[in-house]
RNA sequence: GGCCCCGUCGUCCAGUGGCCUAGGACGCCGGCCUCUCAAGCCGGAAACGGGGGUUCAAAUCCCCUCGGGGCUGCCA
């Protein structure tokens, strides 16, 4: 049997990363068992669905590079993937089981069922639905109906009675039907709800393993029992724990970052959050840590995934991009390198600028966990002297000792040097700390906030190499002058 | 409140009765290297929530307890 497996994300929100990871695992087991990835989009609640957050979502799963056989944008064989499309046929399922008698009507106002609710919780009884409609003859709710009056559909919970399953994340499951309340269907408006439309689409597209969310863990007795009702063959299910942020609570907007999106402008390759994600909650052995998604498509299974939920850690994210950053190809990290370059210069690039970047680039790539990071590196690269030696960097140069002398006397070894580059100035300001009786650490600390205009820069000879003579000097005689 | 799920270093994982004086990674601390910063190298602190059992032997099995989380909507 060919595994199907779908994931469902709601266009309520852009794509958070607990939608990428539940994504993620999903599209690893697909892989893994050579099975179907399906993409569909459950858009049942209408207020608060957006195209915006539905484009969001597909442009973040592609980011991550979650490839989909069937789905929005793909198509395949089971229609449009997408739930405002299928209204009719949860209305069919709706109205068949209520002949079947597994469903019935509820003339329950929501006015009426939420002050229900309050009077059962206040007398300490069960809030959820009291099933008075449920003992409504049958003929007497479809002459009302015909009637005119209003009604939502309610599915009719077999009681007594329990749902087992075996979770493969949890084991075995069994839940008393005692605590599951007759859930709606079909709302009053016609439009189904969550647990009648995921379950139509399950069945009806055949899904084979259901990996979702441990939220969801209690409405999968719903959906088993309905999915019997239907006469649908009941999926395998796997719950999955949620993230959660540093405080042990559930990944909010208050942890900072939640958003895939943000990740992506933030700096981060997608390969490294791919690989980032599919740690939290699963490992595929051993010590390994890093290792590309092949190797997590060959090991994964839904059946390792830890039962505990794990929380989000930026930092180990960050060491972890870092890593993939260092190990990108020279040629491709420039070009990712590219946007954030010309943004820190301010304008496109020159070919004569952009060699000068490239230069310095293997320096750089070491340095920058994120992509981000690059901008503030390489700035100084491109700004006039100025910009560099301000009244704060002479301010700096002049706090360390010996700082007229180092710079003149560089002043002067540069100006003479017969080839600019990085041996060449080595050797040459080496020769001043030992003219000066300096080590390296103190003497040329002043030479790095004079041409840079900071005490953090990359290598200090690589850096006045790439910046050219010319400028060199000019920024050390501003300096000088400006002491 | 009720129902369900979960509980190994600060964090993510390894560990499925003896190989555990509990291992790795991130982070943290110290050192080395070093032109700053990174990277790299070396070293260190750091956990089986608690209590009872079962067993020759328990992080691993059972019970209780405590703690955390989820659900409890005509949201998903």
Redesign the pocket.
Known sequence: MTTRLRVAP?P?GAMHVGTGRTALFNWLFARHTGGTFIVRI?D??TA?SEKAFEDDILAGLRWLGLDWDEGVGVGGPHGSYRQSDRYGRYEEVAEKLIAEETAYP?F???GE?ETR?AEAEAA?R????DGRCRAIDAVDARHRRNAGERA?VRFKMPRPGTTEFVDLV??E?R?DHQ?VDD??LL???RRP??HLASTVDDVDYEITHVARG??????TPRHVQLTLAMGGKEATYAHIP?INGPD???LSKRHGAQGVTEYVDAGYLPEALVNYLS?????PS??A?IFPVTESIRLFELT?V??????F?R??LD?MN?EYV?ALPSDRFNDLAAPYVEQAAGHPLSPEEWSRFEQLSPLIQ??AKLLTDIGDQVRFLFVDHDTVVTPETIGIIVSFPEAKPIIENAIERLTSLAEFDHESIETSLRGMLDELGLN??KG??PL?VAITGS????????SMAALGRETVLDRLDAARSRM
């Open positions: 709601s309520t459950d049942t609640d608060r509820c329950c106002t929501p069922l609710r300490g069960p809030p959820g639905y939502a949890r084991g499951i839940v605590h859930f709606v709302r009053s408006d709800t969550y441990e939220d969801l863990l209690p409405s949620l042990g609570k559930r740690l939290l909650g699963w490992s051993g010590d840590s390792d830890q039962k505990n939920p794990a929380v850690d930092a180990k060491w870092g260092r070491e340095r390296a650490r040329l600390q790095r005490t953090v820069s990359p290598p200090l000879f690589e």
